[in-house]
């Protein structure tokens, strides 16, 4: 598997995805994981719905409606939204949690059409498959420093995300490309090409 980025255990960098719209926040304060335009909007009661099945197992300061989100690294072929900058941040390797994000990815759509007229069928499949889902999604997780032990993140079929459980302040953000409809440019390409 090829990958953009060289390895964790190298760079000791996650990668942070941001909508433009946020760029200039972040740029200035740093991240906290309810300071994004779509917080509340879009992704508080899904998270709340995921931390619901939480097993006893996991750490109390895991608690996915007060992460950041990140991946360890992305494939070569992966696709990021326009209007968006991929960011390197530093983390604290003791507050962060790795869980695989193919089955969080599962609920996403039939969590937001639930109460949607002609999307019933979407509130009966969470009745019937999403505790089971999300607790394999808390039951297959595991510690940041764990993972780089058994690294769950290489193994086909885990698409590792990294709950961040801190703060994440503007020194240990680094801006690495920009993200538009017809091409992703380095930072530096970006501020040539615009000036």
């Known amino acids: 598997m090829e990958y953009i980025f060289e390895d964790y255990t ?3 960098k996650v990668y942070h995805i941001v909508s433009l719209n946020d760029l200039d926040r972040v740029i200035k304060n740093g991240i ?15 998270h709340d719905y995921i931390d619901k099945f939480k097993g006893k197992n996991i ?7 007060k992460c950041i989100f990140a991946s ?11 209007h968006s900058a ?24 039939p969590f937001a059409l639930r109460n949607t007229v002609t999307f019933e069928n979407c ?12 607790k394999k999604y808390w039951d297959t997780s ?3 420093k764990e993972n780089l032990k058994v690294r769950k993140d290489l193994k086909k079929g885990y698409d590792a995300e990294v709950l961040i459980c801190h703060p994440i302040s503007k020194e240990d953000i680094q801006i690495l490309y920009i ?8 930072l530096e390409q970006f501020n040539m090409y615009f000036s």
């Open 32 to 46: 906290c994981y309810d300071d994004k335009i779509t917080y509340n909007t879009k992704y508080k009661g899904f």
């Open 72 to 82: 360890l690294n992305y494939k070569k072929d992966h696709n990021f939204h326009s």
């Open 59 to 65: 750490p109390s300061w895991v608690m996915r409606s």
């Open 123 to 134: 509130k009966s499949f969470l009745d019937k498959n999403g505790e089971r889902i999300l």
């Open 86 to 109: 991929i960011l390197s941040v530093n983390i604290d390797e003791e507050r962060c949690w790795i869980a695989n994000e193919n089955l969080a990815n599962v609920i996403y759509e």
């Open 179 to 186: 993200c538009s409809d017809h091409k992703i440019m380095s």
């Open 10 to 12: 190298k760079t000791k």
């Open 142 to 144: 595991i510690s940041f």
